[in-house]
């Protein structure tokens, strides 16, 4: 998709997930996809004309691996500093093992792996709600993980909804139930961020909301 403002962008060819660069003082990364997306990454980053070293601010909204799977290369190339809700720090630093998902897609990722080797970084920033990065604000949204964020620009009117849900043929779908880890925190969490104020809608996975966002939150709920 690439632009989706002048100071916001969908990083061109990421598989599955939603990796997004946010243009300020400075650059801004908003989750890092699965592993091997880093050259990706820093290949729009320079097509953009900017350097890697602009590169200040790594933001993870989660620990699952398809948001933290190119986090290590992308950070030990810009050395950028790497924000995480505290409750999910200890598994992006390796501390604590990463859980399986549950039911059948517990079993797919079993077996998924020994190929898809994570390293693990050792040093981040632990965030909180209420905390502003670079015009973000974060929104702590337990449920998907324990340490969930959703981040909130208030004067451009975004949202990014991280895995609170996805976006397909202009709707709002559920996230699969295996990788919610408490149903109850979640939907308390999607009534919160249903109280925002916003238009756009960037979300994990699926298709950007360019306009209208609040009220297909609010039809899906």
Do not use: Q
Request: charged content about 25%.
């Amino acid at each position: 998709m690439g632009k989706v403002t002048d100071n916001l962008h969908l990083i061109d060819g990421i598989s599955y997930s939603n990796v997004f660069l946010v243009i300020g003082k400075d650059l801004t990364l908003i989750d890092t996809g699965m592993p091997k997306n880093d050259k990706k990454i820093l290949e729009y980053i320079s097509n953009l004309g900017f350097s890697t070293n602009n590169l200040k601010k790594i933001i993870i909204t989660h620990y699952h691996p398809d948001h933290i799977g190119s986090l290590f290369e992308v950070w030990s190339k810009t050395n950028a500093t790497i924000y995480v809700h505290e409750n999910d720090a200890d598994y992006i630093l390796g501390r604590k093992k990463i859980p399986f998902p549950k039911g059948f897609m517990g079993l797919f990722y079993r077996l998924l792996s020994p190929f898809m080797k994570l390293k693990f970084v050792n040093e981040v920033k632990k965030i909180n709600e209420g905390d502003v990065i670079e015009n973000l604000k974060v929104i702590h949204t337990p449920g998907h993980t324990g340490g969930h964020i959703c981040l909130y620009n208030p004067r451009e009117k975004i949202l990014f909804s991280a895995d609170m849900f996805k976006v397909e043929k202009g709707k709002i779908v559920p996230i699969s139930k295996s990788f919610v880890e408490d149903e109850d925190e979640l939907k308390k969490s999607l009534h919160k961020i249903s109280k925002l104020n916003f238009n756009i809608i960037c979300p994990g996975h699926g298709e950007v909301v360019k306009s209208g966002g609040k009220m297909l939150l609010e039809d899906f709920l």
